[in-house]
């Protein structure tokens, strides 16, 4: 077969991967939020890691997709009130973003999310997918415990081993499906590329190669100070000072919500698309470089998430190159390179 017949079979088989991941997403969500009175989207990711804003347009269109109403209240891990959540939502569905955050990794949205389960006895409850790591058995012996003591919840994974764990733990009822990411669609990139290739590297405790990697690294964590992330954050520092302030704070920040997603969105996009060939370490790196039709190479994170997630959704797309070590990258990056 020459390379002429063989470029339509790879375009097919991209877009069969994208294709399948919306469309199990949509099945999993519809049984779950198409009939419920009212939705709640929890824990908006307040922060600059271009992957979880992805993940949050994500939700909404999959929200939209499945046929829910428009969520009712949304809030970020710092503006939680169960008051006005229970006003906006009354019996309906409560939903917590995705990520990779289910775990005593990053603590902060785990303990969140109980809260609101124990804060919730009545009211069913959803956990997007997610990605599991519990390094600590007293923590995932915490989680069970107040997560078993509700009825009503139903817990997404995004790869098998993260569904291992839910079925192990936790008594509800638990499902595999992909990362939100996917309902994005295919992305056009706003740019022609201007450099060979880009290593996006995580910097965090999630790094398993620190001081392993020859080549110069970026990271899409720190973002510009533009005028709408300055105006968040001045509302939620005026809030904390003023305690008079904080239901107004709680009441403009969701409104703000879906334009910093774009944003940072916006600018993980361009960063991707500034090269011909990506390595990363970043999971929503990887499913970016997918949507946008990047080569790239994916190397894995502190517990596997990637490997995993890849095995699970997206190892037949003919972009995704998996490697164990940076150096196998840069060797497959370079020889990405002169195919492209």
Known sequence: MNRAQEVPSAVARQAAVLAA?????????????????????????????VGDSAIWLGALAALRAAGAPAPAYTCDA??????????AVGGGTILFTGGGSFGDLWEKHLRFRERVVADFPDNPIVQLPESVCFLRAESLARSRD????HRRVTLMARDAASLAVFRGAF???????????????ALERPALPV???????????????QGQVDEETVDWVQEPQTRLIRWSKQLRQAA????????LDR???????????????ARGVALLS?????????????????????????????????????????HASPLVHVASHPDAAAAQAHALLADA
């Open 274 to 314: 500034s090269a011909k060939v990506v390595v990363t370490d970043r999971l929503h790196a990887h499913l970016l470089a997918l949507l946008l039709g990047i080569p790239h190479v994916v190397l894995d994170n502190s517990y596997g998430k990637l490997h995993n997630f890849i095995a699970s959704w997206t």
């Open 195 to 209: 450099r060979d290739i880009l290593w996006l590297k995580r910097d965090d405790k999630e790094d398993r190669w």
């Open 21 to 49: 991941g919306r469309e199990v997403l949509v099945a999993q969500l519809k049984p779950l939020v198409a009939e419920a009175p009212a939705v709640a989207l929890l824990d908006f990711p307040a922060h600059g890691n």
């Open 78 to 87: 710092d503006n939680y009130h169960r008051t006005a959540l229970a006003r």
């Open 171 to 185: 008594s509800a009822p638990s499902h595999l499906a992909p990362d939100l990411a996917f309902m994005l669609g």
């Open 146 to 149: 107040v997560f078993n003591a």
């Open 240 to 247: 904390a000072e003023r305690p008079a302030l904080r239901p």
């Open 251 to 265: 009441r403009l920040q969701p409104i703000g919500y879906p334009y910093l997603a774009a944003q940072r969105l």
